[in-house]
């Protein structure tokens, strides 16, 4: 059990129920980890099997401080801002490297732990997730920047009225007896209290008066035979420090014909390899398929285009 392996992952549900054989634990919002040791330094890994451990000095040296020899264990790093998860906070850190920049920045990460996939050599994989839970919380000395992901048992729907009367994202029901499974699975439920997901930028148009960069992100989503299908344009949510990084970005994937499978008829429109995939917060779907209100919240580096399709109940 050494190096990246897939993750399990959460479906998105509309059905908010309590039942005692669920667990609820808040919903992260940051950059999901995978922590893996196996008697020399820890390893950190993105969901797209990319190491980041230069990213997250400080994460890297609390693992190998107050966890074991051996280990794998999910969770996520996140940033707050005041008392809420930010993730455009933790965009200042997601892609630099160097103690210096890295101080610079001024941001604060924590990385909170909510599963074990392996421990001190033995798979933990096939147990039930209250055991997992129960071996994770006593396998590490957890301290600022390693925090345990708590839960509520049985009571679902108290504890998302509060996740959304705090401003949390929302939650997560867990199955209590589930293994851990790699892939999307219905043993694990999103409770959202706001609408957001990842797109694949598949173009951009270009900006007006004086605005720098670009004018909206043109955005898709995977569709299996049918390939990229077209989600609208976001337009809002950038300041000029990122309008300028992601043109530069972009104008490094042009390509002359659309990705879309579905027609764009948006005036200024350049095209781009779908390689970059950003988080967008929105109202809704409209009927025809298109974001209503979109704004962009970040750059989600830690997840693979490939892997990016609409959010169904």
Same mark, same amino acid.
Not at 6 to 33: C, I, N, Q, V, Y
Not at 90 to 118: E, K, P
């Given at each position: 059990?050494?190096?990246?392996?897939?993750?399990?992952?959460?479906?998105?549900?509309?059905?908010?129920?309590?039942? $005692?054989?669920?667990?609820?634990?808040?919903?992260?919002?940051?950059?999901?980890?995978?922590?893996?040791?196996?008697?020399?330094?820890?390893?950190?890994?993105?969901?797209?099997?990319?190491?980041?451990?230069?990213?997250?000095?400080?994460?890297?040296?609390?693992?190998?401080?107050?966890?074991?020899?051996?280990?794998?264990?999910?969770?996520?790093?996140?940033?707050?801002?005041?008392?809420?998860?930010?993730?455009?906070?933790?965009?200042?850190?997601?892609?630099?490297?160097?103690?210096?920049?890295?101080?610079?920045?001024?941001? !604060?990460?924590?990385?909170?732990?909510?599963?074990?996939?392996?421990?001190?050599?033995?798979?933990?994989?096939?147990?039930?997730?209250?055991?997992?839970?129960?071996?994770?919380?006593?396998?590490?000395?957890?301290?600022?920047?390693?925090?345990?992901?708590?839960?509520?048992?049985?009571?679902?729907?108290?504890?998302?009225?509060?996740?959304?009367?705090?401003?949390?994202?929302?939650?997560?029901?867990?199955?209590?007896?589930?293994?851990?499974?790699?892939?999307?699975?219905?043993?694990?439920?999103?409770?959202?209290?706001?609408?957001?997901?990842?797109?694949?930028?598949?173009?951009?148009?270009?900006?007006?008066?004086?605005?720098?960069?670009?004018?909206?992100?043109?955005?898709? *989503?995977?569709?299996?035979?049918?390939?990229?299908?077209?989600?609208?344009? #976001?337009?809002?949510?950038? !300041?000029?420090?990122?309008?300028?990084?992601?043109?530069?970005?972009?104008?490094?994937?042009?390509? !002359?014909?659309?990705?879309?499978?579905?027609?764009?008829?948006?005036?200024?429109?350049?095209?781009?390899?779908?390689?970059?995939?950003?988080?967008?917060?929105?109202?809704?779907?409209?009927? !025809?398929?298109?974001?209503?209100?979109?704004? *962009?919240?970040?750059?989600?580096?830690?997840?693979?285009? $490939?892997?990016? #399709?609409?959010?169904?109940?």
């Amino acid at each position: 059990m050494t190096g990246f392996r897939p993750l399990m992952l959460a479906t998105l549900t509309e059905r908010r129920f309590s039942h $005692a054989d669920w667990l609820f634990e808040r919903k992260l919002d940051g950059m999901r980890a995978l922590a893996v040791r196996d008697g020399n330094g820890p390893q950190l890994w993105s969901r797209n099997e990319r190491r980041i451990d230069e990213s997250f000095p400080e994460l890297v040296d609390a693992l190998g401080e107050l966890g074991g020899p051996r280990f794998a264990a999910d969770g996520e790093i996140v940033a707050f801002d005041g008392r809420l998860m930010s993730f455009a906070r933790l965009q200042g850190r997601m892609h630099l490297t160097g103690a210096d920049r890295i101080a610079a920045t001024g941001v !604060d990460v924590f990385y909170y732990l909510f599963d074990l996939l392996s421990y001190d050599g033995d798979d933990l994989t096939r147990l039930p997730l209250r055991e997992r839970k129960r071996i994770l919380k006593g396998a590490f000395d957890f301290h600022d920047p390693l925090r345990y992901s708590a839960h509520r048992n049985a009571d679902g729907e108290d504890y998302y009225r509060l996740a959304c009367e705090r401003g949390w994202e929302g939650l997560i029901a867990k199955r209590a007896a589930s293994r851990y499974r790699p892939g999307r699975s219905k043993d694990w439920l999103k409770f959202k209290c706001v609408r957001h997901q990842e797109f694949v930028v598949g173009g951009f148009t270009d900006p007006q008066g004086s605005r720098a960069g670009f004018g909206a992100l043109l955005v898709g *989503y995977h569709d299996g035979r049918a390939g990229l299908r077209y989600a609208g344009k #976001v337009g809002t949510g950038y !300041d000029e420090r990122t309008l300028r990084a992601l043109r530069g970005r972009m104008d490094a994937l042009a390509r !002359d014909e659309s990705p879309f499978a579905d027609p764009v008829r948006e005036r200024g429109a350049h095209w781009i390899r779908p390689e970059l995939v950003v988080q967008v917060g929105f109202s809704e779907w409209t009927t !025809d398929g298109m974001l209503r209100h979109p704004r *962009y919240q970040g750059e989600r580096a830690d997840k693979p285009a $490939a892997d990016v #399709v609409r959010e169904t109940v």
